[in-house]
C-alpha cells in the first residue's frame, strides 16, 4: 500500500506566485516597448547609435532596427498573455526573455548602457517566472 503526499499551497504563497508572473508580465511589457523605440530609433534615424568600427559582431543598423521592433512586438504580445494566465505563455515568454537577452548583448557597443539595463530587466522576468511553481 502506498501513500501520497499532498502538498497544500497557502493562500499566501499562492498570492506572491500570481505576483510574480503579474511582476514578470509588467515587466515584459515595459522593457517590450522600450526595444520597439529602440527599433523604431534605429530604423530611423540611425546616427542616434555610437559606430564601433572593430566590433566582431558587426550588423547593418537598420536591419537591426527591424529585429529589435520585431522582438519587442512579440515581447508586448506575449506579456498580454502573461497577464491572462495562459499556460504557454510562462514558456514563450522565458524564450523570448532569453532571445532579447542575447539581441541585447549584441547590440552593446551601439547603445551600451541601455542595452545593460534591458537585459538586467529581461533576467527579472526569466528569473520570475522560472521561481514560480507550475499550476497544477
Known amino acids: 500500500m502506498t501513500t501520497g503526499t499532498m502538498h497544500h499551497h497557502s493562500a499566501r504563497s499562492e498570492g506572491a ?26 530604423i530611423a ?12 559582431f558587426k550588423f547593418d543598423l537598420t536591419s537591426w532596427g527591424w529585429i529589435q521592433l520585431v522582438l ?11 497577464f491572462s494566465r495562459a499556460p504557454w505563455a510562462r514558456v514563450v515568454a522565458v524564450g523570448i526573455a532569453g532571445l532579447l537577452i542575447i539581441a541585447n548583448f549584441l547590440s552593446i557597443p551601439y547603445y551600451p548602457v541601455w542595452s545593460l539595463t534591458l537585459i538586467a530587466l529581461y533576467a527579472f522576468v526569466i528569473w520570475a517566472l522560472c521561481t514560480v511553481p507550475r499550476d497544477r
Open 17 to 42: 506566485a500570481g505576483g510574480l508572473v503579474t511582476f514578470a508580465g509588467v515587466m515584459l511589457f515595459i522593457a517590450g516597448i522600450l526595444d520597439l523605440f529602440r527599433g523604431i530609433m534605429a
Open 72 to 82: 519587442g512586438v512579440i515581447a508586448m504580445a506575449v506579456s498580454a498573455g502573461l
Open 45 to 56: 534615424n540611425d546616427d542616434v547609435y555610437v559606430s564601433t568600427p572593430n566590433y566582431v
